[in-house]
């Protein structure tokens, strides 16, 4: 059995607007608009363990609302998913256990604490043994090379300092699972070198499965021998990333950014 399923998963956000204008802040607070924006319209794939994916499509594609169907945060419209032998947004306690999630927007880290102690929250949190959790934090900061930072509160903390630390903040528990939205954001040259390098080293060590949305394609070439394509909602494309190439260049030698601006063209995304 796959460790992810989805099937036609559906999901739709109402937005309420006011109408625009002078007057539309003071007919807003009597009637607004409501429309319904649907993020995900019929998303269906398999992950087996071990599988390292990469998710890309155009802003507003639905990647963000696919990780968080998947990670127990929202609950979909219509559809079925199974990870872990579990609905996610079902078994909640049980799932979380069991996944590792950072999103590259948001921080999880307690903002005014230094790194350690989020870290001390996060062994509480999960009950994770006092000894195994020394050798993982050792490992996992030497890995990241956060050792230098764990006094700092995670405020202080420049954005790639910060993204590394939320790795290990993901990973003390030592999930199965990690599903990464968009984890090299903003990220300098050298740390983003550092992180694919890690995470292909934690693939290959411990066999953990990683879905991850991106928008450099350099992150998908680095790591990910599937890449997943959505657009509006659907799922366009669902294999390797020569494929995709093959699919869409208009010649030789262009790359991969090229391909992938003239694939959303082409399918007017
Ligand atoms: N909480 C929400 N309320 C209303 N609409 C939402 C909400 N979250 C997402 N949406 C809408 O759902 C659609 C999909 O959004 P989503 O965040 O999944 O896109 P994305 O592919 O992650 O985009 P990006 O590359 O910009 O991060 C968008 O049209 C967005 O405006
Ligand atoms: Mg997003």
């Known amino acids: 059995m796959p460790q992810i399923e989805l099937s036609g998963i559906r999901k739709a956000f109402k937005v309420y607007e006011r109408p625009a204008g002078r007057w539309g802040l003071l007919k807003g607070a009597f009637k607004r608009e409501v429309r319904s924006v649907t993020a995900l319209d019929g998303v269906s794939f398999s992950v087996g363990e071990g599988e390292l994916v990469g998710l890309i499509g155009p802003n507003g ?32 306690v049980a799932h979380v256990s069991e996944i590792g999630v950072v999103f590259g927007q948001r921080s999880q880290l307690w ?19 006092r000894e195994r959790y020394e050798s993982r934090l050792g490992g996992l900061c030497g890995a990241l090379e956060v050792d230098s930072l764990l006094k700092t509160p995670a405020r202080q903390l420049s954005l790639g300092q910060r993204m590394r630390c939320e790795l290990v903040a993901a990973l003390l528990h030592s999930p199965k699972l990690l599903f990464l939205d968009e984890p090299t954001i903003g990220l300098d040259a050298v740390s983003k070198l550092a992180l694919r390098a890690f995470l292909k080293d934690e693939n290959a060590r411990s066999g953990v499965t990683a879905l991850l949305t991106t928008h450099d394609m350099d992150d998908i070439e680095a790591l990910c021998s599937r890449v997943m394509v959505i657009g509006r909602g659907k799922l366009l494309y669902d294999g390797g990333l020569p494929g995709l190439r093959e699919r869409y260049a208009a010649y030789e030698g262009q790359d991969t950014d090229e391909v992938i601006a003239r694939m959303y063209e082409e399918e007017a995304l």
């Not at 032998?85 to 079902?90: A, Q, S």
């Not at 903002?111 to 043994?129: A, H, K, N, Q």
């Open 111 to 129: 903002w005014d604490v230094p790194v350690s102690d989020s870290f001390s929250l996060l062994r509480d949190i999960y009950g994770i043994p």
């Open 61 to 92: 594609a639905g990647k963000s609302t696919t990780v968080k169907v998947m990670s127990g945060i929202l609950t979909p419209d219509a559809g079925s998913c199974v990870i872990n032998g579990r609905v996610p947004w079902k078994a909640r």
